[in-house]
Every structure is written in structure tokens, then in C-alpha cells.
């Protein structure tokens, strides 16, 4: 590529096969050379990033997060990222952002070692300039001309309020933490790194590898003292990438303690922690004995305070169980003892759901069903409609909620569900044939745990009808007693 025409046309091939491949050929629109123009400058910042910040696991901590802030303007760096990865593979060493490693690859390499030596990079995605993105990209395999690269560059990095010449106006531009062709632009800023650490661990005789920010070196013998020659060199080798390491990161575990390296225990075969084992497992054993509404109500408020700043939406308890079981198989393997038993627990539970729950005309599944008064009283819930008026008047809007229930009819109301534990609002489909007048009587009005035809769950508030199933009642009027007596008996 020579030209910014030379790239804008080969994004456009790219949006265009991937469009094809989906069915949707009919309906491509090429990107134009003026959005192109626009969004590789950082300085025009209202379009491009929004930025939030997420809890770290330290408490306290967060971290910045800088995602696109338009449909344009992701698609058009997903279909950068495609070009990236299809032009550069890492280094063996980099198992983060990799297609065909994972966290696994980058423990199994320390496991059973007596010493397992951890660091990361302090301020990782935002310590990388726009000017060094700029240069990689100059370099092999890229070979690009200065203003292909400075397009991408500009593409790919976002301007901060950091001033760096007044009279000129320049601001410090760095890669945002949340843009989908970060991660690979991180990977190929730290070749270097990569390369001058992997000998610096050969020549020490160590095992090295790097997942994004996290370092892990690891050995049979110890020459990991503070201050000794190993930690020096570490030191000089990391700050002379321009990069800091993070003091409070820095830890040596011995073979003594729960080694651990991106989460997973090393010490002598590749585990988990036993939290995680009991998180499934009190999931499964809530469903299998009260129900999946009685899981999904113990489920919800905690995934909300963990989760819920990253993700939208009501999550779905069946996916969320899926995935851990999956990690879980990753890391201990498919014929592991404890995984078949969850596993198997789980796909019955599954299987069992068809014969449990009804499904309406529309094809809606109804889960479980409740009265609003019983459901408030017996989940420490609340189930607030929002009148219309307040809705066109825009007075009830709130950012925290999850809005991936079906639009309702009618009036356009909705209500809005709050559980004990959870700092978030879901929404909730309401019922048109509900009048003003009745939903202000809630002993008049049923709320359903529902799935549509295509799988995805939500809340819907209505009037009772006889298609709807009766709940299965929890032994415990009192949720929290209950959860308490299933923790003691499982711990």
C-alpha cells in the first residue's frame, strides 16, 4: 500500500467479503475517503472513544477503559484489525491477544518450578505514544509509507488532555485500553521486549512468557533478589522500552504456597481455585433443587456487582455456566473427575427445562412466574413501571439499566427491576392490557422469568393467565437464610 486510497480500498474489500459471508452482500456501502480522513485524526474526539472506568480485583483500584463510541467507527477499526493480524504473528513468547494461546499456554510453561516470579507493566496500553505506533508500523513485516502509517496510527490512538506544545497545540496521544486493535498493536510494540527478556532468561536459565501487561519468569533455583543482578537487568531492560514496572505487582511464590500465574495454579499440574469450583457448583445445586428462576435470583445481583459495569444487558445464567465450564475443562481437562460431574450436572438441568416451563403462542418461554407483591417480599425486590409520560419526557432514563428486553407495546412503558446486591436497574417488558389504575395495585399484577424464541432471556410484567406454570417454591421464605444454610453445607 502506498497511498490512503491503497487503504481505504482494501478495508472496503474487507467490510465487503465479511458482509458476504454473513448474506448481507446487497446491503454493503463502502467507507468513504472523507470518514476515513476524519476519524484517523485524534483530535476530532467527540466521534471516536467514550471512556469509564471498571473495578480492578485490587479494592479500591480501577481501570480506565476507552472504547469506540459509534458503530462507524468500531467497524472500521475491527476491519483494521483484520488487515493487523493477517500481515503479523507475536513472538513465541506473547500468549495474551493471540490467536491459539491462551491463558493456559502462558501458565503451563511454569508449572511445577520451585520459584515463580511475577511483575507487570505499570499504565500498560497508555504508556505506548502515538509516535511509537506510528514507527512500528514503518518497520517489518509492515513495510508501510510514512502516510499509511500515520493513518493507522491516528486510527488507532486517542488523544488525552495531556498538553504537549500550547502554541501548536498538541496534545500526548496513547493507545486506549478498549479499541479492538489494541491488543495486537501492544504485541508489536513489544517484539523488543520480548526478544531482549527471552534472553535475558536463557542466560539465567529461566522460562519466560507474557500475557499483554503480565510478566512471569519462573526456575528450579532463585535469582530473583531484590536488588541482584537478575532484578537489575529486568529493571534496565523494561525502562529502556519505555516502559515502568509495577512495584506493587512484584511478587516471588515459592513451590510452599498456591503458585499462580494468570489465575491459574501451577504448582504441580494446572488447576483453578476451589472459589471458583464452589461458584459453579452452588449454581447447579441451587437450579437442581429450587428451580432456575431460584439460580438465576441468587445469580443475578452478583454477576451485576461484579460484572455489571462492563457488560449490558440481563446476563444469561445458562451462557455464564457454559463459559466457566468450558475455562473449567481448559484448564483441568475434559476427562477431569470434577469437570464430567459438573458438566453432566449441568446438560440435564438443561435437558430438564423443556418439561418444566411453558411456552405461549408466541413462541416466549415462561420460565417461572410470580405475583409482584410475593416476588418483592421474598427476593428484597422492587418492580417499578415507568409511566409514558415520564418515558417521552425522557425523566426516568438511567444509564445503569440493562436494556435487552423486547420493546414493549402499546404505551411504550417498561418497568424497572432492582435486586438486594445489585447497585443496577434491569428492564422489563410490560404488559399493554395493563391500565393506569392496575398497576398501581401490585397483589393485581404477575412478573415472569422468560425466554424468547431465540433464547434470550428477560423479565416481563403482565396479568395472570392460566398458560402460564406456577413457581416451584423455595424451602426458605427468606433467601438470604437459605444461601447461607447451601454456603455452610457446600464450604
Known sequence: MKSREDLLGLLNDIKRSEMEEDGMGDKFHPITMRLLTYYCNPNHTFHRYKQFKIRKKTPGEFRQISAPRNRSFMALLRYLNVLLKALYSPSKNACGFTEGRSVVDNAIRHKGMNYVFNT??????????????????????FNFPDIVAGTIAGLCCMRTDEVINAEKGYYRCVLPQGAPTSPIITNMICDTLDRRLNGLAKRFGLNYSRYADDITFSSMHNVYREGGEFRKELERIIEGQHFKMNERKTRLQMRNVRQEVTGVTVNEKLNVTQEYVHDIRKLLHIWEKYGETSAIMYFLPKYKQDKGHVKKG??????????????????????????????????????????????????VTYIATFNVAEFESKYKATVEIVPSSKQEAGESRDDKTNDNAPRPSGKGRYALLVMEGSKGKYKASVDKAISAEEEKDVKKMYISNCRDAHGKQFWYVHKKTKSFPANKPLVEDNIDVFIKKLCDLLN
Open 314 to 363: 440481563i446476563p444469561d445464567i445458562v451462557n455464564v455456566l457454559d463459559g466457566k465450564l468450558m475455562y473449567l475443562k481448559m484448564v483441568k481437562g475434559e476427562n477431569d473427575s470434577v469437570y464430567v460431574r459438573l458438566h453432566n450436572l449441568f446438560e440435564s438441568l438443561i435437558a430438564a427445562r423443556s418439561t418444566s416451563s411453558a411456552i405461549s403462542n408466541s413462541g
Open 120 to 141: 507487570d507493566i505499570e499504565n500498560f496500553f497508555p504508556s505506548i505514544e502515538q509516535p511509537r505506533v506510528w514507527k512500528r508500523l514503518q518497520l517489518p513485516p
